[in-house]
């Protein structure tokens, strides 16, 4: 099968929690940073400066072990809202210089490239127009690093290959050898359990990978997953799968301040408000919550709920009460908390029970909730419930779900 010419830019920013902190404080610039979700040495760095990146600190490196080394890095609290705001501002610059087909995290999107936009030449002039918008309307602290290739896993390949703030074009006659100098772990879609069956099957480089024909990569992966991936690595263009979503939660890590159960239960009832509002906004009812907890001293705990499907924050809020009642360890303190709903459907899709239980009028209480808060903002009306977590979990920033910075904050 012949490789299909240019088709696809991806764009991913470099270290960009980081680079926004260095942007907005100066004498953060050049130095070792690690963003934090909260200021607790039993937290984790969420992002990293490539400062502190050289010491070998990086995304999920725990606060302690990312001081011991580097002890010169410098722990900043991270301003999830403000990294929604760049973002925004980030992607409005690159809409001048190309149309983004899909932004598919905060610091990650691609650009689906024109027939007559595929010539090497003009999509270095694209590239340099990119770097170009982001440095003059945005910051010159914040930089990408862009790669294009004949498909979109190709183009994300080669955006790793040239950080930071490069860019590489893989042509399709470079393909797949051009990743040969990688490691396994590096390939978009082979995480640790498939490299150990690759490692199982006599696989341990990019190279002898790539000499698997396409029913021997189906054979590995086990069925069509094999095949796409093969597909992916040989330049073929794939259409987009549309992917049924299954999930929607939220989760939190406690900062010692709101770890007593009052405080951590207040922070539940908000994720849970914020879950079910996206629920109903995305057109999905949940058939089914699960509450997880993470103790200080004392481990995980975890259990569910399943009901009749809805999308009703009230019915929501009385299930999290109810599973919270069940938790072990009454007055234990709480280190993480998350909401989750599950068993997804559709709401154009449902057919309710002849014998539903539900009561018509919660639909226009949260529908009046809703109005409300698209009108005014999402501060401007909540449940009771959520009173004392209003403050205690601020806003997160999901790799898939990317805030509305207006609708989380007026």
Known sequence: MDPVELTALFLDFDSYFASVEQHLQPQLRGKPIGIAPVMAESSCCIAASYEAKHFGVKTGTMIREARQLCPEIQIVPARPELY????????EAIESAIHVEAVLSIDELWCWLPYNLRDPQQLQHIGENIKQAIHRRVSPFITCTIGVSCNRWLAKMASKMDKPNGFLIL????????????????????????E???HARGIHTVAQLCQLTRQQMASVWGGIEGERFWMNLHGVVLPEQKSQRSSIGHSHVLPPENRAPDKALAVVHKLTQKASIRLRKEGYLSGCIHLHLKYLQFGSWGAEIRFEHSNDSLHFAHCVRNLWKKRPQHQAQLLHVSVTLTQLLEQSNYTPSLFSQQNPARQN??????????????QSIFLGSEQEGRSAA?????????????????
């Open 196 to 198: 150990l069956r690759l």
């Open 84 to 91: 929604v705001q760049y973002h925004h501002r980030l992607v």
């Open 365 to 378: 209480i949260n529908k009046a909730l809703d109005s409300i808060r698209a009108k005014h903002g999402a």
């Open 171 to 194: 042509e399709a006659q470079q393909v797949p050898e051009a990743l040969h100098p990688l490691g396994l772990s590096d390939l978009t879609g082979i995480g640790r359990q498939m």
């Open 394 to 410: 601020p806003m997160r920033i999901s790799f898939t779900h990317i805030p509305d910075p207006e609708s989380e904050n007026r």
